[in-house]
């Protein structure tokens, strides 16, 4: 599998301004979607970068006027061989950091015996700073690395090393959102935290990331699920987004056992999303990761409300939780992006989700089939929007990234399918499409040459 050998992480200068470079461009292939079913494949391109945003996107024939209206210098063009193409950065919509080392372990339990025999011990470890460090290093190398330019971290408990997650992600010069978990109720004695300090931690947190001021980073309310966090607790977390105006992050019906706890819980509300409507916490800034047993009825509350929900069919299948219908959300106007939902899921690549996606939903359209309920399974082309575009539009990034449109900042990854170090063999002359499926169902790492965030490079083989 994917090895990180001879690839390097690259920590951003640290004398450059926010987005600031000199002027480079791009010559060769693209790929980008402009809509779910819209993939742009251009075969000769142009696409040119100043300040870490992109300034021109162009055919190959008008490459010196391009240079030359944005003063960018010979030195600064980069010609793709053959085999190379580029593609927008990955959206990670929903990632657990401390769960990292627990990833590709313990899938012998559904959600709520694994949450209490693996996933609270471990990020319980996070008070301690130094565990943190290294850990949340690894985590954001190794999802840089497989080209996750923007993700949605969901950190622990713990105030001081979610703050810590925020440094080490700027460090690396990802783009990301963190959370601070909240969690006051049905928690192990071990882990768990008070209403009081539970508020006034995040608004300590939320405070120290906006007091940062980098445009790379944003604080999320992060409330764990409905089950961790009371009707009271859950409506101050919802006037503290409103205050700061953030995001919002949770899970939602991933699991049967699950959605009957909730049910059981809040006996006053009608369902599991209107729990959380209740409470304020749906806005159009709240991305809501699984969403396997959403009712017609929460569906439509989540329109109304323009939330998002990050599909995680990883680990919806290593947790046996179920299969999300991505299809009729997606026709319901929903904005979905992906998620890995490490350590729920084994991998931290969102190509890995990528495939998952696919297989999933393939074998979804079976199951309706029998039922004569026919759905079409998904294409390439949509999860590779929901992978870019997709995640973007669900975080509402998408004003700034998703796509390589004029005015967006070039979080781009080079893609390379020319042999060593990568694993593909490409054994006749494929057109750039064909490349494109090729790394989505053969590549991994190996294949992700140069990651730029803001136009910075932050790995590269
Ligand atoms: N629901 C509440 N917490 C979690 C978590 O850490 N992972 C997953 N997959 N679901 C959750
Ligand atoms: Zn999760």
């Not at 926010?18 to 075969?43: C, K, M, R, W």
């Amino acid at each position: 599998m994917a090895s990180v050998k001879g690839s390097k992480v690259i920590a951003p200068a640290r004398s450059v301004s926010a987005g600031g470079t000199d002027g480079f461009l791009y010559v060769g292939p693209y790929v980008h979607s402009i809509g779910l079913n819209d993939l742009q494949v251009i075969e000769e391109g142009v696409i040119a970068v100043t300040n870490g945003k992109i300034c021109a996107v162009d055919s190959k024939d008008n490459l010196n006027r391009v240079a030359e209206k944005f003063g960018i210098s010979e030195q600064n063009f980069h010609f793709l061989d053959n085999g190379e193409f580029l593609i927008p950065g990955f959206v990670d919509t929903h990632i657990h950091a401390p769960q990292y080392p627990n990833a590709g372990l313990g899938y012998d339990k559904p959600l709520l015996g694994w949450l209490d025999h693996y996933t609270f011990p471990m990020e319980a470890k996070y008070s301690d700073e130094q565990f943190a460090e290294t850990i949340y290093n690894a985590v954001v190398k190794r999802t840089l690395s497989y080209g996750t330019t923007t993700a949605c971290y969901f950190a622990t408990i713990h105030v001081a090393t979610a703050i810590v997650l925020a440094d080490i992600v700027l460090k690396h010069g990802q783009r990301a959102f963190v959370g601070k978990v909240n969690m006051n109720v049905n928690h192990p004695s071990y882990y768990g935290e008070s209403s009081e300090n539970s508020l006034k931690d995040t608004e300590t947190f939320v405070n120290a990331i906006l007091s940062k001021k980098n445009d790379l980073i944003k604080p999320i309310i992060t409330p764990r699920f409905a089950i961790s966090c009371d009707m009271e607790l859950m409506k101050k977390l919802s006037d503290i987004a409103k205050k700061h105006d953030v995001h919002i992050q949770t899970h939602i019906s991933e699991n049967r056992d699950e959605v009957k706890y909730v049910a059981e819980l809040f006996p006053e509300c009608k369902s599991y999303a209107d729990v959380y409507d209740s409470a304020g916490l749906l806005t159009d800034k709240t991305i809501l990761a699984h969403g396997v047993y959403l009712t017609d009825d929460e569906i439509k509350t989540i329109v109304k409300r323009s939330s998002s929900v990050s599909h995680c069919p990883t680990s919806n299948s290593c947790l046996r939780s179920g299969i999300c219908h991505v299809r009729k959300l997606l026709q319901n106007g929903v904005q979905v992006g992906l998620g890995t939902d490490i350590s729920g899921g084994y991998s931290p690549s969102i190509i890995e989700v990528m495939k998952a996606a696919l297989a999933v939903s393939i074998d979804l359209s079976f199951e309706k089939d029998k039922s004569n309920q026919q759905t079409c399974a998904l294409e390439l082309k949509e999860v590779f929007y929901l992978a870019t575009l997709g995640g973007a539009r669900a975080l509402r990034l998408d004003n700034k990234i998703g796509n390589f449109e004029i005015g967006k900042e070039f979080d781009a990854l080079v893609v390379s399918l020319r042999g060593e170090p990568g694993g593909v063999d490409v054994l006749t002359p494929l057109n750039t499409l064909e490349l494109l499926q090729k790394f989505v169902y053969l590549g991994d790492d190996r294949n992700v040459k140069k990651v730029y965030v803001s136009g910075k490079i932050v790995k590269q083989i």
